[in-house]
């Protein structure tokens, strides 16, 4: 399947690794997007939009990428923040009455809450209710002391920093974002992996903002820009962001990772891994901005493979591959 899209002349390695890419899918096809220098320099997609092959991969095909939706949500709590709306570092309890876990708001948008799971099993059908979830999730004792350590909140980051921001400026986190942003632990409930669920018309309608985000490659890479470029938050909301507020071994996935306001940290920049191998992020170091979606599950070794030719082409060193998810990197 031929790539479709484009790559700035000093680029052409990049649309070279991205077909290699594309040819040994095995499943869906994939999107690439990079902007640098202020402008949008690589925009790539390529494969089929469905397992049967019947239907081409376009510009605007949709991706679930699951925890690259996290950031989007932040971004939504960090502007109520901006306006003095949200306090960062006062108790959950203040807007969100009931909340049993000890935590600020600091503490929830930098994964150090400790509400990372469920201990009573619930069917699926609790992800397509926003106000039973919330329920469910403000009753639930934390895995560990908020503050103390961290772990990703994998299926309910969303929930929580929805939530909050729900109570505070009454619209829904979805409304929030359309009209202000954009114009074990994960078995319970069942079915966050079920292709049957992912793919049905009930998930993408139900509000589960901590995976379910559906954009592209170039709408995940364009909302990176905006926020480096200062068009979605001041900087210095981005700089206090973008600064670790946690570090260490991350209690629900294990390995070292630091976490910002909703974002993985590294030494090169910020953003957020999904699972399946997709990736949003901004590499304050090198200048530029990528956003990769895939239908095809797989590892991050394709968006590694991307952003290291992509640097190459800067003239920037590689990135150290780690062989995990990037939450950053």
Request: glycine share 16%; charged share 15%; aromatic share 10%.
């Amino acid at each position: 399947m031929e790539t479709q899209g484009f790559a700035d002349g000093r680029f052409g390695p990049v649309r070279q690794c991205f077909t290699e890419i594309i040819a040994a899918q095995p499943g869906t096809g994939a999107a690439f997007a990079a902007w640098c220098d202020g402008r949008l320099v690589v925009d790539l997609w390529g494969g089929y939009a469905d397992l049967g092959r019947r239907r081409r991969w376009d510009a605007d095909s949709l991706v679930q990428p699951y925890s690259v939706s996290k950031p989007f949500a932040a971004v939504c709590a960090l502007r109520l923040t901006e306006a003095g709306r949200l306090d960062l570092d006062a108790p959950v309890q203040r807007y969100w009455p009931g909340f049993r876990a000890p935590a600020t708001v600091r503490h929830v948008l930098s994964h150090q809450a400790g509400v990372v799971m469920l201990d009573e099993p619930v069917p699926t059908e609790a992800f397509y209710d926003w106000d039973w979830l919330c329920t469910l999730l403000a009753a639930q004792q934390p895995a560990w002391p908020p503050g103390t350590r961290h772990g990703e909140s994998p299926l309910f980051y969303g929930h929580l920093v929805g939530e909050l921001v729900r109570r505070v400026d009454g619209r829904g986190i979805g409304r929030f974002l359309r009209e202000e942003i954009c114009g074990p632990a994960i078995s319970n409930p069942p079915g966050a992996l079920d292709g049957s669920v992912v793919n049905s018309a009930a998930w993408r309608a139900a509000k589960i903002p901590a995976v379910n985000g559906h954009g592209t490659a170039a709408a995940v890479a364009g909302f990176y820009h905006a926020l480096a470029a200062g068009g979605l938050l001041s900087p210095g909301m981005l700089a206090e962001a973008v600064t670790p507020q946690s570090a260490g071994p991350d209690l629900v996935f294990g390995g070292n990772n630091a976490w910002g306001l909703g974002f993985g940290i590294s030494d090169d920049g910020y953003g957020m891994g999904g699972l399946g191998g997709s990736y949003g992020g901004a590499s304050t170091a090198g200048g530029y901005t990528v956003g990769f979606v895939t239908g095809s599950i797989g590892s991050h070794d394709r968006i590694d493979k991307l952003e290291n030719t992509l640097r190459e082409c800067l003239g920037l060193a590689p990135i150290p591959v780690t062989g995990g998810p990037p939450a950053d990197r």
